[in-house]
């Protein structure tokens, strides 16, 4: 399974954009990047996907690089509410059944 | 449409004590997930299903079993709990794109 690098903690202003970055340099073609999000102890959330293009919802935009092996999920404007541990995974269902590895994700503080 | 489910909430056993924890989604989902979160770290995968009447390990399934009867649950069990096993217990079930999270079971082990 191809494994995901991120920054343990980052910090952000409140109302500014919140720029996260991670690294999946071993990435297969048919492979999926997905983001989630946990606040405090709830079950993940889900934010956003995509495989090749950039992708945006009513949550976060998401780049992917051309060559694929590093993506940044963008909060536009971010919220105290945002606070949150944000997790990278690469998922691929054809080829995995779609089982997935979390780790340990960034830690990411809005600051008012 | 009530989501993913996850029964009990919290639950204390003693050390080889069997319990088993149930997970169930409405959405007709064909995957579904076990993972356990340690404090201060990400999920971890123990054991997964995509579909009814198979399972797979995943990344931690020792000392854990589970059953997929029906397509709409999904069960851990422990067979012998161990403090090692105190953790907080997530189910989530996928189409398979995106995955839904039940609330989780805060399990300990004393």
């Known amino acids: 399974d191809a494994k995901t690098t991120q920054p343990p903690s980052m910090d952000c202003a409140e109302g500014r954009a919140a720029n996260l970055p991670c690294n999946h340099s071993?990435?297969?073609?048919?492979?999926?990047v997905y983001w989630y999000r946990q606040i405090h102890s709830q079950g993940p959330q889900y934010i956003i996907h995509?495989?090749?293009n950039n992708e945006t919802n009513e949550m976060a935009s998401l780049i992917i690089t051309e060559d694929r092996k590093s993506s940044t999920l963008i909060l536009p404007h971010a919220t105290l509410r945002d606070t949150a541990v944000y997790y990278c995974?690469?998922?691929?269902?054809?080829?995995?059944?779609?089982?997935?590895?979390f780790g340990d994700g960034t830690t990411l503080t809005v600051k008012p | 449409n009530a989501g993913v489910t996850q029964t009990p909430k919290f639950r204390v056993l003693k050390t080889g004590q069997s319990m088993t924890l149930l997970c169930a989604q409405d959405?007709?989902?064909?995957?579904m997930y076990w993972y356990r979160q340690d404090p201060g770290m990400g999920l971890r995968l123990i054991h997964y299903?995509?579909?009814?009447?198979?399972?797979a390990k995943g990344e931690v399934p020792d000392g854990y079993n589970v059953s997929r009867l029906k397509k709409q649950n999904f069960l851990l069990g422990l067979e012998s709990a161990a403090p090692s096993q105190t953790s907080v217990y997530f189910c989530?079930?996928?189409?398979?794109?995106?995955?839904?999270f039940g609330p989780g079971t805060r399990l300990t082990v004393t």
């Open positions: 959405m007709n989902h064909e995957y």
């Open positions: 995974i690469v998922l691929g269902f054809n080829t995995n059944a779609g089982k997935s590895t």
């Open positions: 995509g495989l090749k």
């Open positions: 071993t990435i297969s073609g048919n492979e999926y």
């Open positions: 989530a079930s996928s189409y398979p794109t995106e995955q839904y």
């Open positions: 299903s995509v579909g009814e009447g198979t399972t």
